[in-house]
Nanobody
Framework: VQLQASGGGLVQAGGSLRLACAAS????????MGWFRQAPGKEREFVAT????????HYADSVKGRFAISRDNAKNKVHLQMNSMKPEDTAVYYC????????????????WGQGTQVTVSS
């Protein structure tokens, strides 16, 4: 499975961005998907995850109510809508695929995209 993240960029605090992750696999609906992020000098941290059928989602407390994860299995894509963004959201954002199910642990994800930079200015 190859994952390609896109949609990052520079946004002012309070603004919005929508990230996309395209998966090259015939069995996209077999995988739970997740978004993680890594800021300079910090460890990679969980952002959001979604189950195979999109029936279950889970968010980090720091983004709950501001970010929304969704998926389109017909198009092999997962999205992360980010609203009311804050400077502390600045990081490289990675999408990942898990055959084990939705999770907040990066260890349970089998495949990773290359990351897309998100910068929020104050």
């Amino acid at each position: 499975v190859q994952l390609q993240a896109s949609g990052g960029g520079l946004v002012q605090a309070g603004g919005s961005l929508r990230l996309a992750c395209a998966a090259s696999t015939r069995t996209f609906s077999d995988y739970a998907m997740g978004w993680f992020r890594q800021a300079p000098g910090k460890e990679r941290e969980f952002v959001a995850t979604i189950s195979w059928s999109a029936g279950s989602t889970h968010y980090a407390d720091s983004v709950k109510g501001r970010f929304a994860i969704s998926r389109d299995n017909a198009k092999n894509k997962v999205h992360l809508q980010m609203n009311s963004m804050k400077p502390e959201d600045t990081a490289v954002y990675y999408c990942a695929a898990s055959s084990l199910g939705p999770s907040d642990s990066p260890d349970e994800f089998d495949y990773w995209g290359q990351g897309t930079q998100v910068t929020v200015s104050s």
